[in-house]
Structure formats: C-alpha cells, structure tokens
C-alpha cells in the first residue's frame, strides 16, 4: 500500500508537471484572449463612440505641422518622431487594445501648430505636453517648452514660419515637472535672460520642487518611468498605443533656466509685452509648485495640467508625493469662481482646447466633482473599515461623471487614485496586525510557493486561473513563484502572459504600459535603463548634500567620523563638512574652527565628486588642500552609485545572477 501511494503520488507529480509544461507552450503571446476581447468590447457598449466632439475640437485650428517629421539632434540622434503612432489611424481598435484608450490614444497622435484664438497658438503632439504661444505686442511669449531643447525649438521655428517671426520676449512655467520647462533653452537661453531681454515666469517654490523631485529619488523613478510610459516598448497594437496624455515623451536635451519673476499669490497681475495676465496659485494640486491664470484681453484661460482630457493622477505610477483630491477639486472651484462666467476658451499643458463658455464650465464643474468624488468617497468608505484595496473596488464613479470621456482613466486611473487618496489620509497600514510586519517580496515567495505545494502547484493553479481569464490572480501567485525562482522559464512565461492580457484589457496608458513592458522583460527583453536628469554640479550646496547624504553607505562609515574644511574659489565663506554616525552635515564654519583636512576648490570640481560624475583622483590636481589630503577622497568611496536598470519585475538582489544565467541560457 504504501509503494502504490508513492507511485500515485509520484504519478500525479508528474502529470501536474506535465500540465503545466505542455500548456505553457500555448499561452497567447501578442494575442488577445476571447476573455480579453469580450472585455474589451464592453467598453465600446458602455461609452458613446459616436460622439466625435473631441475629434473637432482636436483638430480646430489647424495651420501646419513639420514636412519631416523626425526630429533629431545636432549629431542625428533621433528625439521625436511624430508619425510614430500612425498605425493608430485604423478603425476599429485591434483585440489587443482597449477601444476607448484606443480613442484616446488616435486623438494624442494629432500633431502641429494650431490656433487656439485671437493671439494665442499651440504645438501639439511634439512631445507629451503642449507648447503654447502668446502673440505679445512685440514678440512671444511662450508658455511651458516641452522636455526637450530640440523639439521645443522646432515648434517655434514652424510657428515663426507660419505666423511671422518674432523674438521670445517671456517664458512661463506653469509648473514644476520636466516636461513643462526642459526644453526651455530650445526657445532661449542664459545669456538673453541675464540681459533682460526674456523673463522667466514661475509660480512659488518652483525651482526647489523642479529639482528635488528629480534628484532624491530621481533613479528609482527614472527607472519606474521606463515602465510608466513604456520607454521600452515598440510602438504598436500590441505594446505601447500612448500615455493617455500624449503620445510619448522626447528623448533630446534638457535643461533649466531659473525664473526671473515669482508668481507668490491668487489674484496677482502682471502685464507682459502688452498681455494682460491674471494669476491663481494651485499648489498641491498636479504639482507642489502649480498655477493656473487668465487672458482678460482674449477672455482665454490657461488650465496648467489641473483640468485636461482624462482623470489625472493623484499618485504616478513612477512615484511621487500623493496629491491631495480634495485640494485638487478645490483649486478648480476657486477657478470657476474667478473665471467661470468669463473665459470663451480654455486650454491646458496637454490635450485640446475647448471652445464656448458652456463647454468650459461644464468641463470644469465635472472635472471638479471627479475629483471630490474620489475624497469623499473614499473616506466614507475608510470610515467604515475598508482598506484601499477594498475601497478601490467598491467605488465607481457616477454616470453624469463617468460618461464623460474627459473624466475617463486615461493617464490615472479611479482605482489606484482611491488607493493614493486612503494612503493621504491613512498611510501603508490598515490596521490589521498581521499586515504590520509582513515578510520581504523574496522570503514572503519562498514560502507561499512552499504553502502552496511547489513551483508546480502554482503553476497549475496559475495556468487554471489563466484559462478562466482570472489574470490577476494568476499574476498575483506566479509572481510568487517568480520571487522565488527568478530562473523558473515557465513561471516567468505564464506571468508574462497574464501580464501582457491586462495590459491589452488597460483603458489606462501607463497601466497598459508598466503591464506590458513586465511582460517583456520576463521574456528577455534587455532592461531599459535612464540616464540622470540632474547635471550634480548645478545644485546648491544644501540639496548636494542631502543628495551625497542619500547615497551615503552606512555599512562603510560605520564608526568613521571626519570635519571636513570647504572654501569655494570666488566666496570668501567657509563650510564645515562632517560625518558622525554615518550621516552627513554641511554648515558654516565657526571660527579658528578645527578640521581633519580643509580644501580650497571649484564648486563644480566638488559638485563632480560629490554626484558621482567624476573621481577624487580626477579632480586633486584642481584644488588646495591642507591636513589629511585624501579625506575628500575617502569620503566620496562611502557613496553608493545607483543602478539606473535594476530589477522591478523579479527580485533587485538576484540582477546579477539573473543576467548571467539569461546570458548562458541564450
């Protein structure tokens, strides 16, 4: 009996294996399931396609857009290419893609110069954002340029072909992410600042914010942006269709120039080359350093990214601070208040305009309300004793809102606004005790694959949930198996199929996007990695060393203390550099101060160092130096350099080994 039990035993084994293995060679791979059709065309039943508004507002104005359509670099990089979504020209969506992203997805591609009213111009669809142009007395003003140096530039040269050349006399930033400023020296530069010829116009807070988000946790979210905005993806049917709020982001030069004028209050007016402007601060809202403001003289109203064509995102899936909902819907109340019965026209950072005071209000009152919905909602429901997940699923939006194809979830999403919205007011923790302390992503694998049975078990169980169209249960327990056997071929294909399924099924750009760019990686595609955004040796000393200090490896300073002496060539004012318990200060010095080593240097030349781009061995022939000469040196040694492609879709620690084993396997 107990041979015969073995052999069951050993039998079922290896049919379960057997299951697994042979039908993991049929899983769909850039084939949409009968599941993942039939979900997809539930949306084409629940919204109304037919309505073609956005189609005629998308497409009014129209002037020009560039005869060659690649953009590139002064050495021929290629930095964006406008006709890179026109495969989404095709009626109807593919299987592989939702319809009303789709939709959404068709009206991005549409690129060039459009006139939005008397004096005001737009380019579209030269990056993910929108430039704006303000026919001033006597020149330009320019309102956000784009990421990039190059594009930014060429839309400018096609708006002075077009309607006539004249010299940028103002730039405003509405706000403090990239692609509202990068480009800005595609349209002017330092040295015509410095002269007064250009202002630069900012809302408060904006160069710290501008430069903080990209610098702290810049890596990680350079890294979690590749799959945000599915940087590497094709751009096709069955990966990357768009971002939701633009096509795509450009790839060019990039760059900042600090403002001239600081917008610090509601109400503030400024008249530039003739134009009048009238200020609302929106802090808090898209951005930490926002703001929106009005043309009296063209009764036209410039919406920053506080009110556009798609619910935004109150956490991104790169990562940043989470955004407050209820402040959010509250600027846009005090917008109506100040504007509502005024403006003709309004227009945003990304997306189309929208003509006739009726469409603004409109657009803006249900803008508002989604927005409140979501606060409100979801508290009501935390109030009761729901945690995120739950409340995420519970709540829908009403149909006066959620038929509104502006309102849709196009770039963010209602169920992880929800999730961002619980995290605001209660943080990571939902009270249970036993989701208090939780096992690491790798250990807690290790043992859900055991619990379950083997890597077998869950790769039967995943197959089957597969097979039901359950693919986010199949994610969710392949994902453990992946944690604990990177190598595993079979989970890492069913994973990736379950994957690329829910990508297909997205109406979001970046759910679509982080869902399929997993699946490629587990697949073998190569890991995308970003480059840094900030240049290290233009920061100011306090951000330099809070960044230095991020970087600083406590398992190397442990027990190693050291002042540090800093004089910078052109200041007459001594710093105190110290390290104690493996943190890092700067301060001014105290006088007759004592110190293990001073320097006397460049700024920059400390700057290289400290930020990684240079060695101390490079630099010492550079500077001054007094006491033990190579503590500068021994300090940099502590810092940590970041990966700018580790691992997100199997564990950081196995990057290595993983590499090494997908290159021996191939």
């Known amino acids: 009996m107990k041979l015969f039990s073995s052999s069951a035993a050993l039998s079922a084994c290896l049919l379960s294996l057997t299951f697994s293995v042979s039908h993991a060679a049929e899983l769909p791979e850039g084939k949409a399931t009968d599941f993942t059709r039939k979900a997809n065309q539930n949306y084409v039943k629940m919204l109304d396609f037919n309505n073609k508004e956005d189609f005629e507002f998308a497409q009014r104005g129209f002037i020009a857009t560039l005869d060659n359509p690649v953009i590139k670099t002064a050495e021929g990089k290629t930095v964006y290419d406008l006709n890179a979504f026109d495969f989404l020209k095709d009626e109807p969506a593919p299987d592989t893609a939702n319809p009303s992203l789709w939709r959404q997805s068709q009206l991005t591609r549409m690129h060039g110069l459009f006139k939005v009213t008397d004096k005001i111009y737009q380019i579209r669809g030269f990056d993910i954002s929108n430039m704006t142009l303000i026919e001033g007395k006597t020149g330009w003003i320019i309102i956000d340029p784009l990421i990039s140096n190059e594009v930014a530039a060429a839309g400018l040269k096609l708006a002075n072909e077009k309607l006539g050349k004249r010299p940028v006399k103002a730039v405003i930033y509405t706000h403090s992410h990239v692609d509202h400023f990068g480009g800005v020296g595609g349209v002017t530069n330092e040295a015509e600042v410095k002269a007064k010829k250009v202002q630069i116009i900012a809302p408060e807070g904006f160069m710290e914010e501008a430069i903080s988000e990209n610098l702290f946790a810049g890596n990680a979210m350079g890294r979690r942006a590749v799959y945000m905005y599915g940087r590497g993806l094709k751009n096709s049917p069955t990966e990357n269709l768009g971002t939701g709020l633009g096509s795509a982001t450009s790839n060019g030069t990039t760059g900042i120039i600090a403002p001239t004028k600081t917008i610090t209050k509601t109400g503030e007016k400024m008249t530039v080359d003739g134009i009048e402007i009238v200020f609302q601060m929106a802090p808090g809202t898209e951005a930490p350093s926002e703001m929106l403001f009005y043309f009296p003289q063209m009764k036209a109203l410039c919406l920053s990214e506080d009110a556009t064509s798609t619910m935004h995102n109150l956490y991104t899936l790169r990562g940043a601070k989470v955004r407050s909902a209820n402040v959010w819907s509250t600027a846009l109340n005090t917008t109506l208040d100040m504007f509502g019965s005024k403006a003709d026209v309004s227009f945003a950072s990304h997306h189309w305009p929208r003509w006739g005071n009726g469409k603004v209000v409109e657009h803006l009152t249900k803008q508002r309300d989604m927005y409140k919905f979501i606060n409100d909602q979801t508290l009501r429901l935390a109030n009761q004793g729901y945690d995120a997940e739950e409340i995420a699923e519970k709540i829908k939006l009403p149909e006066s809102l959620a038929k509104e194809f502006y309102n849709r979830g196009y770039y963010g999403s209602l169920n992880h606004n929800v999730k961002a919205t619980y995290q605001l007011y209660l943080g990571f923790y939902n009270a249970n005790p036993a989701t208090l302390h939780k096992h690491p992503r790798t250990e807690a694998a290790k043992r859900y694959v055991t619990a379950m049975g083997g890597a077998s078990k869950v790769l039967k169980n995943g197959r089957e949930a597969f097979d039901k169209g359950d693919y986010r ?48 990686e587990l697949r073998g595609a190569p890991i995308f990695p970003t480059p840094p955004f900030i240049d290290t040796r233009t920061l100011p000393l306090a951000m330099l060393m809070e960044y230095t200090g991020l970087r600083l490896n406590p398992e190397k300073a442990n027990g190693k203390s050291m002042k540090i002496g800093l004089t910078f060539n052109g200041s007459k004012e001594k710093h105190t550099l110290e390290l104690n318990n493996s943190v890092v200060h700067v301060r001014k010095s105290m006088p007759n101060e004592e110190m293990d080593a001073s320097y006397t240097m460049d700024y920059k030349d400390f700057a290289s ?58």
Do not use: C
Request: charged content about 25%; overall charge negative.
């Open 473 to 520: 249960w199949t994610a969710e327990i392949v994902n453990h198996l992946v944690y604990a056997e990177p190598n595993n071929k079979e989970a890492r294909r069913l994973q990736a199929a379950a994957l690329e399924q829910l990508g297909f099924q997205a109406e979001s750009g970046p759910w679509r996007d982080v869902y399929i760019s997993g699946a490629t």
């Open 609 to 666: 160092i400290m930020g990684g781009m240079q060695t101390f061995d490079q630099r010492n022939e550079k500077f001054k130096s007094e006491g033990k000469t190579r503590a500068l040196g021994d300090l940099a040694a502590m810092l940590d350099s970041f990966d700018p492609g580790f691992n997100l879709i199997t564990p950081v620690e196995e990057k290595s080994k993983s590499d090494e084993r997908m290159a021996s396997a191939e």
